[in-house]
């Protein structure tokens, strides 16, 4: 009997150590966690750029990896760009963004 309870606990102790690496993150994968933060970060972006009134929010796109936001798409001028970007960077979880918009 104490054979298979300590069996029982070496396998939980196994699939706990798997299912905990498993969830890890790597250098080109996230966590899951980290994943959960990226969305945040990603809405929270996207509903600032929609209330801004003089950007059309519509055209800019937002992806964010590890903290790193990356705005792309077609806006009308290069106060719009500093806009986007700068409005980013306010969002709290925000490590830095990499503007990759384009002038129309």
């Known amino acids: 009997m104490k054979n298979l309870t300590k069996l029982f606990?070496?396998?939980v102790m196994?699939?706990?150590l798997l299912?905990?690496?498993?969830c890890a993150s790597t250098n080109k994968h996230e966590?899951?966690?980290?994943?959960v933060d990226d969305s945040v970060i990603t809405t929270k972006v996207k509903a600032m750029l929609f209330d801004e009134p003089n950007l059309r929010s519509?055209?800019?796109n937002v992806e964010?990896?590890?903290g790193v936001v990356q705005l792309s798409g077609f806006v009308?001028?290069?106060a719009d760009i500093n806009k986007a970007v700068a409005i980013a960077r306010t969002v709290k979880?925000?490590?830095s963004v990499k503007n990759d918009m384009r002038l129309k």
Not at 19 to 22: E, F
């Open 64 to 66: 964010t990896f590890k």
């Open 14 to 16: 196994a699939l706990t």
């Open 9 to 11: 606990s070496a396998s």
């Open 93 to 95: 979880g925000v490590e």
């Open 76 to 78: 009308g001028t290069q």
């Open 58 to 60: 519509g055209q800019i």
């Open 31 to 35: 966590g899951t966690g980290e994943y």
């Open 19 to 22: 299912v905990a690496t498993g």
